[in-house]
């Protein structure tokens, strides 16, 4: 009886030693990029996200280059920035290969049966023809990976462009605010609503859409089927984005403050302008609260991941129905953003199921909004340069307010980007001190 007592005792606090371990260890970070662990994967504490790219590379054989150092910082931030050094680091804190190898079903369930499912066709004869190669399992297996690979692909070209704007900030933004402590703080790359931001300057202001535009064209280059298009085509999708962006990027980057949207990773007041030694010197018109109520809150009440964020980024740019597109890239144009929809729906319904049509849905409906805000946006700045309320900046009227009919050979700025290389610092004869910003 005794011994019975004894042992009951000792089981009961074997278990609840194991569940308070179990606890402790949900709450370790990833050891990979530091994120919030969801357990033990492949003999690592480590995230979703880890976990899946580690499987991926692995069942894929796929060899990655760093185009750096071989050095590259990985963290919950940018992770995505360098394949190469985020699967080093797996390698490194001991995620194991062959541990991947008893995975019988590596997307979904364990399967009850061995065999792939064959596709049976029936010849004239009436004989039955086996067509082995197609199995539905390893379809699906197959389906999934390269719908995720087109979001990490997204994932990793924003990063990158987030890195390029994070240097030129540093570079060209004078502020008694310590930029290299924000960034410590909080990344541009992090897709959370309340980063440490600064008041918005005048040059700030000006400075923010040249340098948002020519790092959106470099960040088009690598999208495709965009580096295969004829050069009339790529200045047509250019044109038919570029206002979208610079409502789009902003309002998704804005901090979780009342009454502010983010520009340049700076506040600006919707109250209608910002005065700067009293007088008004960015007028906000009725474009602002439009933007904070159509785009920036609907994005914060949805919490709207990264991975989502890059694919409307992605699907608004990617626009077939853009006036002028050639046949060839239409059918281009329809084939990617088809790609696209299919892996922001299989993000959706992996880690919501339950509310993914609704979410999938309300996502896509920030399109129409983004779109009709762009219109607005380039009635204002058309009033703005025809009245004489402030110069526009050469590049930024190129991509905006000309025609898309003009010539190509008329827009030397933007053809100038088009072959530029990375960098947000070598577009041509743009004057720093122009007063560009009282577009909105």
């Known amino acids: 009886m005794i011994r019975s007592a004894y042992y009951s005792f000792i089981t009961i606090a074997f278990f609840e030693t194991v569940f308070v371990l179990a606890v402790d260890t949900l709450n370790e970070p990833c050891a990979v990029c530091g994120d919030k662990s969801t357990g033990t994967h492949y003999g690592v504490l480590s995230c979703n996200g880890c976990k899946g790219f580690f499987r991926r590379t692995i ?30 680091k797996c390698v490194r ?32 004869n009436g004989t039955e023809n086996d067509n082995s190669e197609t199995a539905f399992c ?14 990490e692909t997204l994932m990793q070209m924003e990063a990158r462009t987030n890195q ?19 960034l ?13 931001h600064k008041s918005c300057s005048t040059e700030d202001l000006n400075e923010l859409p040249r340098t948002t535009l020519v790092l959106m064209v470099d960040w088009a280059k690598g999208l495709e089927p965009f580096p295969g298009l004829i050069i009339d085509d790529k200045i047509i999708l250019l044109k038919n984005y570029a206002p979208q962006h610079l409502i789009l990027v902003p309002a998704f980057r804005s901090p979780d403050t009342i009454g502010t949207c983010l520009f340049n990773n700076a506040d600006v007041n919707c109250d209608g302008g910002i005065k700067f030694g009293g007088l008004s010197a960015f007028k906000t018109s009725n474009i602002m609260p439009r933007v904070m109520d159509e785009i920036v809150w609907p994005m914060r009440h949805l919490q709207m991941r990264e991975e989502e964020f890059v694919c409307l980024k992605a699907l608004a740019f990617l626009h077939p129905e853009a006036k002028g597109l050639s046949v060839p890239a239409q059918t281009a144009l329809r084939e990617a953003r088809n790609r696209i929809l ?18 999938y849905g309300n996502i896509l409906l920030l399109a129409p909004a983004l779109k009709a805000l762009a219109q607005v946006l380039i009635e204002n700045m058309t009033l703005t340069k025809f009245f004489g309320f402030a110069e526009v900046d050469s590049l930024l009227s190129e991509f905006i307010l000309d025609s898309p009919t003009d010539e190509v050979t008329t827009r030397p700025l933007l053809r100038s980007a088009l072959r530029s290389a990375t960098t947000a610092t070598t577009c041509p004869d743009i004057d720093t001190q122009q007063h560009v910003m009282t577009i909105l």
């Open 59 to 88: 069942l894929k054989n796929q060899k990655f280059t760093c185009r750096f150092n071989k050095a590259c910082t990985i963290n919950k931030n940018f992770r995505c920035a360098c394949r190469y050094c985020r699967f080093q």
């Open 93 to 124: 804190v001991g995620m194991k290969r062959e541990a991947i190898q008893f995975e019988r079903d590596s997307i979904g369930p364990i399967k009850r049966h061995s065999e792939p499912i064959v596709l049976r066709t029936v010849e004239s």
């Open 138 to 151: 390893n379809s699906r297996l197959i389906n999934d990976t390269l719908k995720m690979d087109v979001i």
């Open 164 to 182: 390029e704007m994070t240097t030129h900030q540093n570079l060209v933004i004078s502020s008694s605010f310590a930029i290299s402590n924000r």
């Open 184 to 196: 410590n703080e909080s990344s541009c790359a992090s897709s959370d609503f309340s980063q440490s």
């Open 342 to 359: 299919k892996a922001l729906y299989c993000y959706i319904l992996t880690h919501t199921p339950e509310e993914a049509p609704t979410r």
